[in-house]
Each structure stands twice: as C-alpha cells, then as structure tokens.
C-alpha cells in the first residue's frame, strides 16, 4: 500500500469520541495499582493539544513545559499564565500542620516551522512561587526549566477517484485533500535553567522549586481527529528525567490526554470551547541512589476552557480541577489550576 495513497478512515464521531475517553480512564485506572507498589475552516487555525501543565511530584519544576501549543496547532508566538495552588502537610501525623502554596508561572511560548513537515515548540518561565505557614511564609523566584521541542507531522490524504492514469505524479501532488487525521510525534529536552535548591527539598513537597537542576528527554505522540466542526485530540508523553548534581532525581513520567472541542464560526471569528481530561503518573524520587518512600503518585483531572480567534490574535482560557489524586502518600493536594493565554499567528 503506497503511504502517500492511505485511505481516509471512516470512523464516526461517536466511536473516536468513546475511543479517546475510555482509553482515558482505562489509562488511569493502571496508574492507581501502579501508584500502590486537524483541521478547522478558520486560516491560521486548526490542532492539537496535550492537557497540562503540572510535573507534580517535581509539582511545579515542569514549568508547564508539557503544554505544546493552543487548540489551533498554529505556528505563533505568544505569552502565558499558570496559576496552581497546592496544599502539602509537614509531618507524618493527621494533624500535622500544613502549608498553603501558590504557584504563578509566567511564559513566553512558540512554535516555528523548520520544514513542510518538521516544526520546534519552545517554552521560557519565569516562576514566582509562595507558601505560607502558620507562623511564616517563604518565596522563591526567578528563571524556570527551558524546553524545547522538536515534531514531525505525518499528513494523511483522502484518496479520490480517477487517478489510475497518473498514480505516481498523484502521491506526490500538492494539490490532494487532506484527511480529518493528523499525527505529529516529537521528542523533547528539558534544560536545567532553573536553579535547585537542596534545602527545598526536604520539605514535604520537594517540587517548590524553580528548576530541577536536570536535564530531561521526552518522546511524544499526538493524534487528532476533526470531522466538520467537532474535534478530539489524544497526547501520550512520556519524560526520562536525569540526576542533577546534587545526586538528586525526580521520578519519571506518564502524561496522557484527551480534548474535545467543538469550533463556532461567524464572520471569520471562531470560538471553540472544549472539554478535557488528563493525568499524570510519577515514579519515586531517588537521592544518593536510594528510593525515597512515599514519594510517587498520579492525578487525574478534568478541565474546561475557551478559545477566541480572529485574524492572527487568539485568546485562551482553561480551568483545571483534579477529579481523583493520591500524591506522596496523600500529603501533598492539588486544589486547582488556572490558564490564560495570548497567542499571535506567525
């Protein structure tokens, strides 16, 4: 079968809509035992998005690095805010005290074409970071995690009628439709730009910190599904994360998720609202080469959120609220998460 010639799949919106959303919960029903032991008719708009933002058992360290672009896939350039709050208990007992933190992070975030079919997505934070006590409060700022990311879009054609007599030059065309499918699959690299602070973590949440001090790779995979003006978007990650030079590891990662949008048009504005489900499984921190217990998990979120386009400007908004968690043993709580974004096509 001549790749370029693949066939468009027919499958219903129903079936990829139950497919995405089981696979969801499938995937997070294995993070609890393994915790115990493309296309729109805007311009300049159509793809792809993984769900958030949050390296949790390294909490906030991520930066929002795993965030790859708004809803449109576009190539753009532009500027986000992510405001987090946790609340982590500092002791072993029930009634332990317990520390109320926020997390502000603010970026500069893009994706620039290198090819027709290679384009790099590039996150720069800067973290603003503050927990309070009962009889103190701490903050920390300054440059977060730098992460850069690199993808090769695999473009899937409708075959159509006729087209016996000129098969070869046909594969090659320009000029063919193309399907309701996309798949893009990347790898990515964290930079250690942010400082680690030893002391910090021996806290009861390690990840109040504005870097890790590591350097981390990540492979990805995205699918997405548009037929009309319904579209769903599946993103699998998965982060190898490195000892820094304190001798100190944060645990790899599974990120998983899956967003539904449907696109609202009128006189070349769209709006899209969507709905989305996400998670996220950690394995244990080590330090000096011992497994610190207690110190894996997994959450499981579900957001909401809004786009606006018109001409090259889009905005964005998404609330993000754990629907289950179980992070260090239960001392660490995620409450919730905010984002807004402001993008300008390139």
Not at 19 to 24: A, E, Q, R
Not at 91 to 100: H, L, Q, R
Not at 133 to 140: A, G, K, P, V
Not at 231 to 238: F, K, L, N, R
Request: charged letters at 20%; proline letters at 3%; a negative charge.
């Amino acid at each position: 079968m001549n790749f370029y010639k693949m066939k468009d799949f027919q499958i219903s919106k129903i079936s990829i809509i139950l497919l995405v959303f089981t696979l969801s919960i499938v995937t997070q029903l294995s993070a609890k035992e393994l915790c115990k032991g493309r296309k729109t008719t805007i311009p300049k708009f159509g793809l792809t998005l993984l769900e958030e933002d949050c390296d949790l058992c390294g909490c906030t360290t991520s930066s929002g690095s795993s965030a790859f672009g708004d809803l449109s896939m576009s190539n753009f350039i532009g500027v986000r805010y992510i405001y987090q709050q946790y609340e982590s208990r500092n002791g072993i007992f029930e009634n332990s005290p317990t520390s109320d933190e926020h997390f502000n992070t603010y970026q500069i975030w893009g994706r620039v074409p290198i090819s027709k079919n290679i384009f790099l997505n590039a996150v720069i934070p800067y973290q603003d970071l503050r927990r309070n006590f009962d009889d103190r409060s701490e903050h920390l700022n300054g440059l977060g995690d730098v992460n850069i990311k690199g993808f090769y879009q695999f473009k899937f054609y409708k075959k159509e009628e006729n087209t016996n007599d000129n098969e070869e030059n046909y594969a090659w065309s320009d000029t063919r439709e193309l399907s309701n499918h996309t798949l893009n699959i990347g790898l990515g690299v964290k930079l250690p730009t942010g400082e680690f602070e030893e002391e910090l973590a021996d806290k009861v949440n390690p990840g109040f910190q504005v870097g890790t001090g590591s350097w981390d790779v990540y492979p990805i995979v995205m699918y997405g599904y548009s037929n009309n003006n319904l579209g769903v978007t599946t993103t699998i990650a998965y982060y190898f994360k490195s000892e820094n030079k304190n001798e100190y590891k944060f645990g790899n990662q599974l990120s998983y998720s899956t967003t539904m949008y449907y696109t609202l048009l009128r006189n070349e504005k769209a709006i899209k609202p969507f709905l989305g489900l996400s998670g996220d499984v950690f394995d244990s921190i080590e330090q000096f080469g011992e497994t610190l217990v207690n110190t894996d998990g997994s959450i499981f979120n579900g957001a909401v959120g809004m786009e606006y386009a018109t001409g090259k400007i889009l905005l964005g908004a998404k609330y993000t609220q754990p629907l289950y968690q179980d992070l260090f043993n239960g001392n660490v709580k995620s409450k919730s998460q905010i984002a807004l974004y402001l993008n300008f096509s390139i």
